[in-house]
């Protein structure tokens, strides 16, 4: 089984950062791209940020040059670093990532969410 677990989030004025955190644990073999998304309220789920097992990053226009996304494939674990925070940034945050098993099929993850309040 396989857990992602997100941690960071919170209340924050406008023009500050967070800096959220998503680790991958459990039965795997590898963990390869990993990405952030969002979901506002009466909004659709959308990517934020995307990274590849080698470190290539994406980014969605709203969030360019604002936020960063980076990975330490040692602790299974990616971040994404909020700077300059809006409150359209207001949303739950997504973890999402492609695992290989053991059995070398990859499978997506989810994890739970965490929330991120941008107060103006």
């Known amino acids: 089984q396989v857990q992602l677990v997100e941690s960071g989030g919170g209340l924050v004025q406008a023009g500050g950062s967070l800096r959220l955190s998503c680790a991958v644990s459990?039965?795997?073999?590898?963990?390869?791209?990993m990405s952030w998304y969002r979901q506002a309220p009466g909004k659709q789920r959308e990517l934020v940020a995307g990274?590849?097992?080698?470190?290539?990053?994406n980014y969605a226009d709203p969030v360019n040059g604002r936020f960063t996304i980076s990975r330490d494939n040692a602790k299974n674990t990616v971040y994404l670093q909020m700077n300059s925070l809006k409150p359209e940034d207001t949303a739950v945050y997504y973890c999402a990532a492609k695992v290989t098993n053991f059995s070398f099929r990859e499978g997506d993850y989810w994890g739970q969410g965490t929330q991120v309040t941008v107060s103006s």
């Open positions: 990274i590849t097992s080698g470190g290539a990053t």
């Open positions: 459990g039965r795997l073999f590898r963990v390869n791209a």
